[in-house]
């Protein structure tokens, strides 16, 4: 197939499905990842689309990332879901980190066992606050008050100083290279937080397969579980047996 004729054919995908990864262009139309990629920039250059972390999205297609309080709102059901199965995870007398995903309060809200819990979240630490049997430390540092996180140099010094069972992540975008976020200092403190547990647990409603954002913190390759609201596509789940990931599907 001529190089024109597979253009016709990513751009009419895209007026349908708005974004395409490397994987699901190289399985379509049966290519090299070099020739996805020179499809890819031949597109963009001209002005046909805009190119994402690991794949083509179509020129109108931008997702904001709100603030916490509208994120808690969207895909609920999902969220819970996800949000009590990690809690399941989760052993008695453990260690853990816990970010700033809209996940973790239906996290918080499931545990009841004897553990320690360190969390760089304002919400968290209000929901943990009344349970009796969880130690709650709060990593302190400077509040970022729109999504309500902590960050700075005490954070991340102390995280460098423990190690955690269990670092449990939510994700702004999954893309090829890895988890993105919207917000350079919460990308940096979910970096250490995996440096430094001995499993990576990662939450992800569907849409973070479809979105962009701007910081990457971890690669795909540091994730040890991924929970998820429903299957990934056919070219999604080759890529993470790629790196070795395991997921299971609430």
């Known amino acids: 197939m001529y190089q024109e004729e597979r253009l016709r054919k990513i751009t009419d995908w895209l007026q349908k499905e708005q974004t395409l990864s490397n994987q699901e262009l190289m399985e379509r139309l049966e290519i090299s990842r070099d020739t996805a990629r020179r499809d890819i920039i031949k597109l963009t250059e001209a002005g046909k689309a805009?190119?994402?972390?690991?794949?083509i999205a179509r020129t109108d297609f931008q997702v904001r990332v709100e603030n916490y309080q509208s994120r808690m709102m969207q895909n609920a059901e999902g969220k819970k879901k996800i949000g009590v199965k990690a809690a399941e995870l989760l052993r008695e007398q453990g260690i853990y980190f816990f970010d700033v995903s809209t996940h973790m309060p239906y996290v918080c809200e499931s545990l009841?066992?004897?553990m320690k819990i360190y969390t760089h979240s304002l919400d968290n630490l209000i929901l943990l606050a009344s349970e009796p049997k969880i130690q709650v430390h709060s990593l302190g540092g400077v509040l970022q008050k729109e999504n309500?996180?902590?960050?700075?140099?005490?954070?991340?010094e102390k995280i460098l100083n423990l190690n955690f069972d269990a670092a449990l992540l939510g994700v702004a975008s999954i893309a090829e290279d890895g988890l993105y976020y919207e917000e350079e200092e919460d990308a940096q403190v979910k970096a250490l937080a995996a440096q430094r547990a001995k499993q990576v647990i990662v939450m992800a409603d569907y849409p973070k397969f479809q979105r962009v954002s701007k910081y990457r913190a971890i690669g795909l390759n540091q994730i040890d579980l991924l929970i998820l609201d429903r299957e990934p596509e056919a070219g999604w789940k080759q890529r993470l047996?790629?790196?070795?990931?395991?997921?299971?599907?609430?």
């Open 112 to 114: 009841n066992s004897h």
């Open 241 to 250: 047996i790629e790196e070795d990931v395991q997921w299971i599907v609430v």
């Open 50 to 55: 805009i190119r994402t972390h690991g794949g």
């Open 148 to 156: 309500r996180f902590f960050y700075g140099f005490e954070v991340w």
